[in-house]
Structure formats: C-alpha cells, structure tokens
C-alpha cells in the first residue's frame, strides 16, 4: 500500500484507539496491530508526530510490573482534529465503495461484465 | 533488547536527530520493549513487532522535516500595534534596554507586536516605513530608577511568514531574546548581558556580538556565522553551516553539538571549544590558552591548517 495513505490510516486508528482511554505505547501498537498489518515502527513515529503536535498529552503511571510506563492521553485539541479527520474519512471511504461496488460486489459478476466487454471492444476494431 | 536499542541509537544519530529527542525516542522504545518481554513475548516476536530500527529512524526524521518550534503563546498578552506588509521583503531595526522579546512568524501578512508588562509602553518608539520596522526603548538619560526589573516589558514580534527578512538588526543591553522559525538574510546581534536563543531559524548571514550573554542555537541553518564573545557561553546543537564560522572569544567557551561547517576559525584567549559530533572541514586555531577539543564518531578527514597559541592544543579523536 502506498506509504503515505497508509500513515493517514493509521493516524486515524491511533487516534480511534486514544478517544477511548489513556494507553501507553506498546498497548497502543498491540491495539492496532491485532487489527491490522502494521508494527512499531509506523505506529511510533505517529504518536510522537501527533505528540508534537499537542494532540495528545504525556504522562508516567506505575505499572504493576515496577517500571513506569508512559501513558498518553488526548488533548481536545486532539479530539477536534480527531473528528475532522473521521469525518474526512467516512466522505472518501463511502465514496470509494461507491465506486468500486457499482452493479453488485460478487467477483464472477464483475469478471464476467469485464470480459464481454473486452471481447465487444475487439470485435468492434 | 540492547542490541535493538544500540542500533536504533545508531541510526537516529546518522539521521541526525538532536541529543535529546534521541534520549527520549530510545527511553520510549526501552519501555516499549520491556513491557512487550513482560508480556511474554519471545524474542522473535519482538522482532517481528517492532520490525528494524532503520526504519523507525527514517520515519522519525522525515516527522521532522516540517517541524517547527512551538511558538509563543500569545493569548495573555496584549496586541499593541498591527501593520500591513505590501512587499515580500522587509527589514527590522530594534533598539532595547531590558525588555525581553521574542521574534515568531504569524500566518497573515502584517507585522504583530504584543506586550506584556507594566511599564509604560507609549513611551517606545514604533513604525514600519518605507519597509523597515523599527522599536527602541525610549532614550534614557542618566539613570533613571522607575524602569525596575519588576515593571519590564515583554515583546512578542510577529512577522508574516511568506515575507523575506533581508536584514533583522538587534541591540539590547540586557534582554533576554528569542528568535523562532525566521528566515532571515542578514541577522545581526548585538547583546551586553542578555541572553539569546534561536531556534529553527534559516540564515544567511549572522553576525554575533555578545559580552557576557549567553547563546543558544539549536536546530538552524546557517551559511555564515561570525561570533564574538567576551565572557558568554555559546551553544550550538544540531547546526548546518554550509559556510565558514569564526569565532572569537575571550573566556567564553564554545559547546558544539552535531554541527558541521567548511573552515572553522577560532580566535581564542582561554576559551575553549568543545565539539561532539563536529564536522568542519578545516581548524584554524589562534589562541593563548584555549583549546579545541572535538569527539567524533565517524572519523571525517580534518585538516588542521594553522595553529598558532601559547599552551592550546588541538585535540581531535
């Protein structure tokens, strides 16, 4: 997939993951990486990136397990660049399924409609 | 997990990324990771989710390409004076004793300036003329007591964004100044105690003249830079000079952190340079008892052209 559109998505899903509670990070990537196709090394630059940019807010907790573990949370600045972007998202997303299922969504369907086209156009030159 | 972290520490440093975001991205990971060993996990399945470090470092620094210093808020303070810029290039001329005064973009296209503060502001001179915007402290003869550090000023100066700053000219006795996103072509400095930051600046020229200031630049770009210094300190982390840097200085000592420039010139009496990641091309020392010390990892060719001082050494390893 394209690397640009997928750090779109992904930025959507962190920010998904982040309306609902406080995580720290490696939960953050387990959330999403159990969904999709995606490791740390997308998932962390995201959330330093949106970190920067005060979309979300850092801070320490103990864990159960000792060390302190760096929990981020979302800022309302965050929230409301989360709800542009979601709606961003569900206008385009509609619109490509829109496009790509116009007269059904079953393959042999759109196979066939293909071919007899083809062998139109052919016949026609 | 410390191999991980030690090639990470690697290849942040070759996408030259500053010391500190290097400290916190690697203090990320080491919990990250700790936690994903506490879960369980094995140590391929670590691999397989945190995937290579060379790639978490590419990703970082292209984060960092638009990255900009976080301006100053200007919300608490009170908008002074606005004016319309109609070219796209303008010079700036400011004049101060004590007031402290910040230097940011603003996204219109009129010079803001904001204060804060007690004093009496009407008593500054003010005016953008025939492209050239100009604010002095107002002219004090002998000692005047009711300027207490206690009333100062605070300045914020918004210039517009897409407007060239062909020359930006500063003189203060002992503001402390900061300087944010410009992109000037002729930065000219001149400070008797305050002290000055600059940060993610762009500039051609800069021209620096500081007695016992000190000054801070970080994560700028510069083509040349002159320093002159009596007792202040200068730091410099994470510069680009693409051309020569010279610097004089009395006492005051030189830190250099992940800097790189063509000819480095540095007239010295006992001020010393210290460089950690410090890639000039060429030394040239002059001094009585300062030293040049620099600590590289990759090991660039220096050529050490001159060195002339009393008990100075250069030290490059």
Not at chain 1, 115 to 122: A, C, H, N, Q
Not at chain 2, 40 to 61: H, M, N, R, T, Y
Not at chain 2, 145 to 172: A, C, I, N
Not at chain 2, 297 to 309: A, D, H, L, N
């Amino acid at each position: 997939m394209n690397a640009q559109f997928k750090r779109g998505i992904i930025e959507l899903c962190v920010l998904s993951v982040l309306v609902e509670k406080d995580m720290y990070g490696y939960l953050i990537i387990n959330q999403l990486s159990d969904f999709i196709d995606v490791n740390e090394n997308t998932i962390y630059p995201i959330l330093r990136r949106l970190t920067k940019e005060d979309y979300f807010e850092t801070y320490l907790e103990e864990s159960n397990e000792g060390a302190p573990r760096k929990y981020y949370k979302m800022t309302e600045k965050g929230f409301i660049y989360y709800l542009r972007l979601r709606e961003e998202w569900d206008a385009f997303i509609g619109g490509v399924y829109q496009i790509i299922n116009q007269g059904g969504k079953k393959n042999e369907e759109i196979f066939r409609r293909f071919k007899t086209r083809i062998t139109e156009t052919k016949a026609n030159k | 997990m410390k191999k991980y972290l030690e090639d990470l520490r690697q290849e942040l440093q070759k996408q030259k990324l500053t010391n500190k975001e290097i400290e916190e991205i690697i203090a990320d990971h080491e919990e990250m990771i700790r936690t994903a060993m506490e879960e369980g996990l094995s140590e391929e399945q670590i691999k397989a989710k945190f995937g290579q470090p060379k790639q978490v470092a590419e990703e970082l620094a292209d984060n960092n390409e638009d990255v900009v210093a976080e301006q100053d808020d200007n919300d608490d303070l009170v908008l002074w004076k606005t004016y319309q810029v109609e070219h796209d290039s303008l010079s700036v001329d400011v004049n101060l004793i004590s007031e402290d005064i910040t230097y940011q973009l603003s996204d219109s296209s009129e010079i803001k300036v904001y204060y804060e503060g007690k004093a009496k502001v009407e008593k500054y001179e003010i005016s953008y003329e025939k492209n050239e915007f100009r604010l002095s402290a107002p002219k004090r003869l002998g000692f005047n007591f009711s300027f207490g550090k206690g009333d100062d000023l605070r300045f914020v100066v918004e210039l517009p964004k897409h407007v060239v700053v062909k020359e930006l000219k500063h003189v203060t006795i002992s503001s402390d100044s900061t300087f944010k996103n410009l992109k000037v072509n002729d930065l000219k400095v001149n400070t008797t105690s305050g002290d000055l930051v600059i940060t993610h600046n762009q500039i051609e020229k800069f021209k620096l003249n500081s007695v016992s200031g000190d000054c801070s630049i970080e994560d700028s770009k510069i083509v040349e830079f002159n320093l002159s210094q009596v007792s202040g300190d200068t730091e410099l982390d994470h510069v680009t000079i693409s051309g020569n840097f010279k610097a004089n200085t009395v006492s005051g000592d030189v830190e250099l952190n992940d800097v790189t420039c063509e000819d480095f010139e540095m007239h010295a009496v006992s001020g010393d340079v210290d460089g950690k990641e410090f890639y000039p091309k060429k030394v040239t020392l002059k001094s009585v008892s300062g030293d040049v010390n620099i600590k590289n990892q990759e090991k660039r060719y220096i050529e050490i052209v001159k060195k002339s001082t009393l008990s100075g050494e250069i030290n490059i390893g």
